[in-house]
């Protein structure tokens, strides 16, 4: 459904693209949360073990800042993680300053299981779009994500 906003045509254009954009992220992450690729997870739970398994230990705000999270958000979902078993926290042995978060062997055992059946879900869901739409998509929203700057035409 287009915006119901009656500016200019530049005002317009960039409203019913933004509703666009994210109804198709929401709909992809709701149909991905349908499938229970990660059921025992929440997105963020997933999210920050993904990371961590990817990435190795990490301070809660270099988490929170590769997810987009804020510290409040990241320590919440970093606790729970905690109480299941999944990841531990550790002080630095160079600077006793840091926490890093770790993955408990259980966590990785729990991320290497579910990890796999995740990746294939999105697969699926990116078949709609051919491997040149893809890369394009991926292009174009790596842009929008730079934000103002990025780009010197007035996208007209």
């Known amino acids: 459904m287009p915006t119901h906003y009656k500016g ?3 005002e317009i254009r960039a409203l019913n693209t933004f509703i666009k954009l994210t109804r198709a ?3 992809v992450m ?3 949360f349908n499938r229970q690729t990660a059921s025992e997870l929440t997105h963020g739970q997933f999210a920050v073990m993904e ?3 990817h990435l190795g230990p990490l301070c809660p705000g270099e988490i929170g800042a590769k997810l987009l999270r804020s510290g ?12 299941q078993g999944l990841v531990r926290r550790e002080r630095d042995a160079a600077d006793r300053r840091l926490v890093r978060v770790h993955l408990t062997p259980q966590g ?11 990746v294939q879900a999105i697969v699926e869901e990116m078949s709609v779009l ?3 739409e893809q890369e394009q998509l991926g292009a174009l929203c790596k842009k929008l994500g730079k934000g103002a700057g990025a780009s010197d035409n007035g996208g007209e």
């Open 8 to 10: 200019n045509a530049k």
């Open 25 to 27: 992220s929401d709909s």
């Open 30 to 32: 709701q149909r991905l």
């Open 51 to 53: 990371a961590l398994h």
């Open 72 to 83: 409040g958000n990241i320590t919440l979902v970093i606790d729970n993680l905690e109480k």
């Open 108 to 118: 990785k055992k729990m991320i290497e299981r579910i990890f796999p059946t995740y």
């Open 130 to 132: 051919t491997a040149a």
